[in-house]
């Protein structure tokens, strides 16, 4: 091969190595950008993007939604309260028009620390009609201050203990109480939940704390060790609900930590499964909406609030999904059965509860749980 | 007088009985081997069709009913769509860009050791930390979430170093004088390429863009960062799986095998050309 040739090689159009990395950086950039339509976050029109705990916008309560709001839901991923609150404070802002969590667990991120500070926009309740329809014990979970309101709740969910009734009697005494997942009544049967907020807090209440969000170290050690002993009871623990559900309607375990929507997916299904009502509380938690400052359909955002504590939406949420509505309409078309199975008992004061409040010093929290899961 | 009929049975040599165990020993290995890789997935083809409203076993009768409900589901097909689509640009851009950069790098200069570097960092950087780092950048840069917007820069990013590992070597170990040949003989670079470098590489192409559109459909923590109110398959069923039992799982673990299986096959048919096109140009 001749200089001359070598030479042409590396400097004809597309091959030389200048070139190829210019075409290389271009086509980096045209993928990076060029496909994004507009670097703007544009309003779609009639259509209301929303980011909730996935039972409130299940296929048939999206349809009442999308129904009486005549606007298109668009419903995001929700993977946790936790996830919720990162993605409200996230930079560039929510991408929502509308958001729910947990009360307890989020006010503190979505009211920011004092007036002024708050993630989200006030609500103006002159457009939720429905507001006065929200049942006494719900009010808990309205988020103001200085006069305005920035949360409103539509639904409670609680968490409690399943079990396999085939294997452990409605009448057991152990089913009042938590020591159902801690104590050796039924060990090898049992699974924990591998998470450290929640079982720390109903550890930490089957124990005889009043609050157990405050326990200081020395109280969590004590739980922790609890744990600890107790672990030698536990057959395994699950990551998701749906391995949670698989284990226990498989005969694998026959008690777990459990949350409302897995208790009645497991029932719908035909499982034996109930859910026990523990002496010390179940883990309650109020479910809330806010409208974020970025939301870009502000009134629909407000409408869809409205209609979540309507009659249609609340009945349906009562009967489909086994949360509880936060709106007085939800019990009227309910038997007294009913109620009592879906646990709204926690209303009338006939079912014990304890908010699941968001505790004093988590990081010490997951730390107790760590050295649990290690011991 | 039996025993007289009976052929007086051949000792083995030691090596001769040395040579048996060493086969059997060989044939068990390979039957663990396979029984591992295999039986796993012909598992969850069984359990796809299992009439039971638990994931597991034992087998309850036959039943479509799973995936009648993962056909069923709008939601569900949509991301499937969004993951195959998303797979498939990903792989293209990626082994594009991967391609160019790998015949860039057959060549010196300035500061090719910081750019390999620079080009290699998003294997290095962990997931969830990849996702945060996203998720500030686009949020400060304003860029609307969706799978085209902000997933796909994410995904090519991710799948870049990758498909540029796969495809260097390939590239790197080209006889130069070929393509020197080429050029002797008064081809233009681009037909030198087009009619010669290509054709060689081409099976370490499309295994590129393979294993390029896996690593795509599969990603789950920096998609979930960015990818807004769509969703792709892992996105969906981790939403799935958060609060149901999903006995259906089995049946869309086998939709997704499917859709593998069928982008492998195409990858095979072309580089099965690709090997007869090289065959011919050698």
Redesign the interface.
């Known amino acids: ?2 200089d001359d ?2 030479s ?3 400097q ?4 030389s ?1 200048r070139q ?2 210019g ?2 950086a271009s ?2 950039l045209a ?3 060029s ?8 309003q779609k029109n009639g259509q209301l ?1 929303v ?1 909730m705990v ?2 409130m916008v299940s296929p048939t309560l999206k349809a009442i939604l999308e129904k009486e709001l005549e606007v298109k839901l ?7 309260g936790t996830d919720t609150v990162s993605r409200l404070t ?4 929510a ?2 028009d509308l958001m729910n969590s947990s009360f307890a667990f989020s006010s503190p991120v979505v009211m920011g620390a004092k007036a002024g500070a708050e993630r989200v926009q006030a609500i103006d309740v002159s457009q939720i009609p429905n507001m006065k329809y929200i049942n006494e014990p719900s009010k808990e979970g309205i988020g103001q201050r200085d006069g305005k309101v920035f949360m409103i709740p539509h639904s409670w969910g609680y968490d409690s203990i399943l079990y396999n009734r085939a294997v452990v009697p409605d009448d057991d005494p152990y089913t009042h109480s938590w020591s159902l997942l801690f104590e050796d009544k039924y060990a090898g049967r049992i699974g924990w939940w591998d998470v450290a907020h929640q079982m720390l807090m109903a550890a930490g209440l089957y124990l005889g704390h009043k609050e157990p969000e405050k326990m200081d170290r020395a109280q969590l050690t004590e739980v922790g060790n609890f744990l600890i002993k107790k672990k030698k009871n536990v057959r395994t623990f699950f990551g ?4 949670g ?2 284990l226990l ?2 005969g694998e375990i026959d008690v777990c930590y459990g ?1 409302v ?2 208790r009645n ?2 029932q719908k ?3 034996n499964i109930a859910g026990a009502w523990p002496k010390e509380g179940v883990l309650s938690l109020i479910s809330a909406s806010y409208i974020p400052k970025e939301s870009r359909n502000v009134k629909m955002a407000h409408a869809m609030i409205d209609v979540m504590l309507g009659k249609t939406y609340a009945q349906e949420l009562a009967n489909g999904s086994g949360y509880l509505s936060a709106s007085t309409f939800a019990q009227e078309g309910l038997s007294d059965a009913d109620k009592k199975k879906y646990g709204y008992g926690i209303f009338d004061g006939s079912v014990k509860h304890y908010q699941l409040k968001f505790p004093t010093s988590m990081n010490a929290w997951i730390e107790t749980w760590s050295r649990v899961k290690s011991a | 007088m039996a025993d007289a009929l009976t052929p007086p049975r051949q000792r083995l040599s030691k090596r001769q009985r040395r040579e048996r165990t060493r086969k059997i020993a060989l044939w068990s290995y390979v039957g663990f081997f396979y029984a591992f890789l295999y039986v796993p997935i012909a598992l969850l083809i069984v359990l796809s069709f299992n009439n039971s409203d638990v994931v597991g076993l034992p087998l309850r009768g036959v039943t479509l009913r799973w995936y009648n409900e993962v056909f069923g589901s709008a939601d569900l097909i949509r991301s499937i769509v969004n993951s195959a689509l998303l797979g498939t640009v990903s792989a293209i851009v990626a082994t594009t860009l991967a391609l160019l950069l790998a015949l860039g790098f057959r060549t010196d200069f300035p500061m090719k050791a910081w750019v390999m570097r620079m080009l290699l960092l998003p294997i290095l950087i962990p997931g969830i930390v990849g996702g945060v780092v996203y998720l500030v950048t686009f949020g400060y840069g304003g860029m609307p979430f969706g799978v085209w917007t902000s997933t796909l820069p994410v995904h090519i990013t991710w799948v870049l170093p990758f498909a540029f590992l796969t495809l260097f070597p390939r590239v790197h170990g080209l006889d130069p004088s070929l393509e020197e040949a080429a050029t002797d003989l008064g081809a233009t670079p681009f037909v030198a390429f087009r009619r010669v470098i290509f054709p060689l590489i081409k099976p370490g192409v499309i295994a590129t863009a393979m294993f390029s559109f896996t690593l795509s459909f599969e990603e789950f923590i920096r998609t979930l960062f960015v990818i807004g109110s769509d969703r792709t398959v892992p996105v969906h069923l981790w939403t799935l799986l958060s609060d149901q039992a999903a006995p259906f799982l089995p049946a869309v673990g086998v939709v997704i095998m499917a859709v593998s299986i069928f982008a492998s096959l195409i990858g095979f048919v072309l580089s099965a050309q690709a090997d007869r096109g090289r065959a011919k140009v050698t």
């Open positions: 091969m001749t040739n070598k042409r090689l590396h004809m159009p597309g091959l190595r190829i990395l075409g290389a086509l980096s993928g990076g950008l496909l994004a339509p507009n670097a703007v976050y544009a993007e980011l996935n039972a668009i419903d995001g991923p929700f993977m946790s996230a930079p560039g802002g991408r929502y998701t609900f749906a391995q559900s698989n309607s498989g949350i929507p897995m997916d497991l299904r035909g499982f």
